[in-house]
Nanobody, 123 residues
Framework: VQLQASGGGLVQAGGSLRLSCAAS????????MGWFRQAPGKEREFVGT????????KYADSVKGRFTVSRDNAKNTVSLQMNSLKPEDTAVYYC?????????????????WGQGTQVTVSS
C-alpha cells in the first residue's frame, strides 16, 4: 500500500482544515487507517484511527470532539477533518495503514506510512 497525504497548510486558530490520504492497492478496505502527527522536537503522537468497517473510530483526548476521521473504501481515501484548530495542533501530519484496530494508537503497529503534510496554526 502506498499512501499520499495532502491538504495541509496555514490556518488561524479556530479555523478548519481537511486532510486527505489517497491509497494505492486493492486491499485498502482491509486496513485500519490512522492519523499521527509530529511536532518539532517531539515524538510522533496518535491523533485518530478508523477501522476497516468505516464505523469504529478512536481519538486522542487532545483532539476528541474537534477532529473526525472518515474513510471511503470505494475511493481508497481516508480523511481527517480538523475543526477549532489550536496553535498546539501545529505539526506534520501522517496517515498510516495497519492491521490492528485494538492497537491503533501505537505507531509501531502500522505497516505503511504516507510522506506527511504540514499543518501550521497561527495564534
Amino acid at each position: 500500500v502506498q499512501l499520499q497525504a495532502s491538504g495541509g497548510g496555514l490556518v488561524q486558530a479556530g479555523g478548519s482544515l481537511r486532510l486527505s490520504c489517497a491509497a494505492s492497492g486493492r486491499t485498502f478496505s482491509t486496513y485500519v487507517m490512522g492519523w499521527f502527527r509530529q511536532a518539532p522536537g517531539k515524538e510522533r503522537e496518535f491523533v485518530g484511527t478508523i477501522d476497516w468497517n468505516v464505523i469504529s473510530t478512536k481519538y486522542a483526548d487532545s483532539v476528541k470532539g474537534r477532529f473526525t476521521v472518515s474513510r471511503d473504501n470505494a475511493k481508497n481515501t481516508v480523511s481527517l477533518q480538523m475543526n477549532s484548530l489550536k496553535p498546539e495542533d501545529t505539526a506534520v501530519y501522517y496517515c498510516a495503514a495497519g492491521t490492528s484496530y485494538s492497537r491503533g494508537s501505537s505507531p509501531g503497529h502500522y505497516n505503511y506510512w504516507g510522506q506527511g503534510t504540514q499543518v501550521t496554526v497561527s495564534s
